[in-house]
Each structure stands twice: as C-alpha cells, then as structure tokens.
C-alpha cells in the first residue's frame, strides 16, 4: 500500500459520519489522479477530514465534555494532594477548605462525563458563587492571621478554574446548539 492510498484511508476514518460519503469519493478519486500528485491530493483530503472532525458538534461537545470532566477530577486530586502535604507536617486550617473544594470537583468532574455540559453549568454557577464570596469574605472581613494569604490564594485559583470551566462549557455548549440548529 503506498503512503497516498494510507493517507485516503485514515482520511475516511477520521471524517464525521456526515463527511465519510465525501471522504469515500476521494479515496476512489485517488486512483485517477497522477502519481506524482497523489500523495499532496491525499494529504488535502486528510487535512480536510480532520478540520470537518474538529469542525463536527459531536467532537467538540466530546472534548469539551470529557476534557472539562478530566481536568475537574484532575483538579480534586491536586486539591487532595495538598490537603495532604500540609495535614503531614501540622494541623494546618485550610486543609478542610482544600477537601471540600476537591468534592466539589470531583461531583463536577463526574456530573459533567454523566450528563454532559449542561451539568457544568448548572453546577459552576453555584460553586462559582459559593467561592467568590469565599474570596471576598477572606479578602474583607476574616481576622487577620498567618493562614489567610494562603485562604485568598485557594480561593482565587477555585475561582479562576471555575470561571474557565464555565466559559468552556457555555461556549462549547452554544457551538454544539448552533451547528445542530442548522
């Protein structure tokens, strides 16, 4: 099998399932187009494919769904991992603060690969709120104390990563809802 008629092969596979009759054609028109053309005529179609993939409302909402799930459990179990370290050393008083944050994570995390992105968002405005007058209550009102630098900082990240999973999610979601609306 030479390169060009590998590369039509992948460019089938990797075509959404609305793409895959284009695709198809391309393939067979590889055996007429000259040999020295064959293997840039290939690669086109591949390009192609790919870009329609990455294009398609079902890839996106994937990634965004399972990436968005992924990245959450990645963060509870950062989360986790410090609530830990600084449990070792002494009694350190944001290490409840750290694991509520990771089950609030993680139930994001899990929520988002079960029912989709809809959940994110239903639970990131929330939680978004919960932390951001978290932050503001640290930030103003709490007494001073050797802790609450580091309480301003864990509830800047948490909503820092709150936000951003938001933002994904709404315009993952609204890409999702436009392309199946057309």
Do not use: C
């Not at 694991?99 to 139930?107: G, K, T």
């Amino acid at each position: 099998m030479t390169l060009a008629r590998a590369l039509a092969d992948l460019a089938v596979k990797v075509a959404p399932v609305d793409s895959r009759v284009w695709a198809t054609a391309m393939r067979a028109e590889l055996e007429y187009v000259p040999a020295a053309s064959g293997l840039a005529f290939a690669w086109g179609a591949l390009t192609t494919a790919v870009r329609l993939r990455a294009a398609s409302p079902a890839f996106v909402e994937g990634v965004a769904r399972y990436g968005l799930a992924a990245s959450a459990l990645v963060w509870a179990g950062l989360n986790i991992r410090l609530a830990l370290k600084l449990g070792a050393f002494e009694p350190a008083p944001p290490t409840p603060i750290l694991y509520a944050a990771a089950l609030v994570f993680a139930i994001g995390g899990v929520a988002t690969a079960a029912a989709g992105l809809r959940s994110t968002i239903r639970l990131a405005v929330p939680a978004l709120a919960l932390a951001a007058l978290y932050a503001a209550w640290v930030t103003a009102l709490a007494p001073p104390s050797p802790h609450r630098a580091f309480h301003q900082a864990l509830a800047f990240e948490d909503v820092v990563a709150l936000l951003t999973a938001l933002l994904l999610a709404v315009l993952a979601k609204r890409y999702v809802d436009r392309q199946t609306a057309s």
